[in-house]
């Protein structure tokens, strides 16, 4: 399902693979992490329940959450539906918004594009005590109450959130509100796999019994697989090797596909707050960090390659490619009876594309960078599931690497704790 190929990577060193690679295994066991345990963090039961009653009852959904609870529904959502879903005259499906952010004209901008009455609003905190979305949601929940009174302003809301702590988790209770349980043992930015990726995506059509057997597969993979084939364990060993023993502090990720760039968004927040950590397991002071970069190719071959090529070697280049694109792309023929344009001449856009990227790779190749192509078959639910749990899993062992907690974020929590501070 995903094959990867390295160009110009350093030989490796003083690492006993396989040895390694048991016992990154038997560390993540230990590290109490539910995404590793994917029938525990998922009620599909419910989600069905749910996904069928409110079946054409609303035109819109809007996404209340921040980082790890809207970043995953928006890249799947990207990945999977139509990229102009919103704008299609004929819909099955909801026209779908993503509020990430609380500046005052996206939220004043929404509304102008939305009936409230016509919206179902699915509010996600982990901590069910994230201020930005709780202000959404206090915002639009008093909207809603004088519009159509709050017994149904009720019914235009599901909660995501803690199981059984936080201000979101009570007022569901108190409310009666739909809601849906974040296990707490799995954080934001692995929760894509749970009800705050899955609730959004059954609500908009995708196949998530076949996302889900594409996390499966891959940490089967993972378990079953030795050090040679074990492509996860690659990934993060090139990172880490780069990191520490190449002085490469930046990882840009490349896709060659419109529809997988906010999947690098989502990896952004997975490697950034992941790995970028003050302390490792033993209280030595290290600030230990991986700054993650988003590309997208062809469109930033015009933007940023002169600097990836020429200048500093501190980058480690990672590009997703997919072999099929579109079930048309071979018949978008490029014609032109131009002298100076007949190199075009007769060619798809995907040769094109597929043409451009092997050269962005041998010119990155040429100024003696290291490359990782990443290869998947076709863009479909199982395989972005795959990507998904592969991508996670290389974060998860990478961090094992370099004997850091990979699954805190106390830098993240102190700008919580400050925010609140400076309001009181």
Known sequence: MLKISKHYQLPPQNLQPSQQLEIIKQKLATRNQGWLDIDNAINLEKIDQVAIKLKN???????????????????TLKALKHLYT???????????????NITPEFIAETLEVVDLQQTLFIVTTKSGTTPETLAQYFYFRELLNAKIGTEQAKKHFI?????????????????????????????????????????????????????????????????????????????????????????????VLMPYNNKLFSFSDWYRQLLAESIGKAADLDGNEVHIGITPVNALGVTDQHSQVQLYTEGPDDKLFIILKTKENHPNEHQQIIKTTDENFQFINNISFKKLLD?????????????????TEIVIDKLTAESLGYLYMFFMLSVGVLGELLNINTYDQPGVELGKILTKENLI
């Open 159 to 251: 909660f995501i959130t803690d199981p059984s702590k936080g201000t979101l988790r009570q007022i569901a209770i108190n409310d009666q509100i739909e809601n849906f349980e974040i296990p707490s043992n799995i954080g934001g930015r692995f929760s894509v796999l749970t009800a705050v990726g899955l609730v959004p995506m059954a609500l908009m059509g995708v196949d998530i019994r076949t996302m889900i057997n594409g996390f499966k597969q891959a940490q089967t993979d993972f378990q079953t697989q030795n050090a040679a084939d074990n492509q996860a364990f690659d990934l993060a060993y090139q990172q880490y090797q780069n990191y520490t023993e190449g002085k490469r502090n930046i990882n």
């Open 355 to 371: 043409t451009e990227m092997d050269a962005t790779i041998s010119a990155l190749v040429k100024y003696k960078k290291p490359v």
């Open 57 to 75: 009852k609303f035109q819109n959904i809007v996404v209340l959450g921040i980082g790890g609870s809207a970043l995953g529904v928006t890249a």
């Open 86 to 100: 919103n704008e299609l005259a004929t819909k099955t499906t909801p026209k779908l918004y993503i509020l990430d």
